[in-house]
Structures are given as C-alpha cells and as structure tokens.
C-alpha cells in the first residue's frame, strides 16, 4: 500500500509524491502540487490582466487629462521656468 494524503482542494487522496503540505488557518493540510500550480498559474494569467487593465486605465486617464490642460497654459509653464 502506498502512502497518500487527503487533499483539501480535491477532496481525494493523493500519493504523497505528489503532495505538499501547506500551512493553513486552520493548521497543516496537504495539498497536491497540481492543484497548487494550477492556482498559481491561474494568479499569474489574473495579474497579468489586471496590470494590462491597470495600464489602460492610467493611459486613458492620462489623455483625458492633457486634453483638459490648457496648452496655452502649459506651453507658458515649459518655456516660463521662473
Ligand atoms: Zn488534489
């Protein structure tokens, strides 16, 4: 019989090969090296959209700001200095 562990995330058991034990709120669980990859690799695809999302969100800002700048003004600010 070979060693297994319960997984929390799937529910099931596992061989131990392919656990690790992780340190939760409620103590030491095991979980299976899939699962926690899959959800890592799932965080990765989401922070990558938000920091795209982030990035197009401050671009849009952006313009609409330079559009509300006078340029009048803000060729007197460049050249003035002082
Ligand atoms: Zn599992």
């Given amino acids: ?13 596992h ?10 709120k409620g103590g030491k669980r095991w979980r299976c090296i899939k699962s926690i990859e899959a959800a890592r690799a799932g965080l ?17 800002t952006q313009s609409r700001q330079s559009r509300m700048v ?3 003004l803000d060729a007197h600010n460049r050249s003035g200095g002082r």
């Fill in 1 to 13: 019989m070979s060693d297994t562990a319960f997984c929390y995330h799937c529910s099931v058991h």
């Fill in 15 to 24: 061989a131990m090969a392919e656990m690790r034990q992780i340190v939760t």
């Fill in 44 to 60: 990765e695809a989401r922070n990558a959209f938000g920091q795209r999302m982030t990035e197009i969100n401050k671009a849009e």
């Fill in 70 to 72: 006078n340029p009048e």
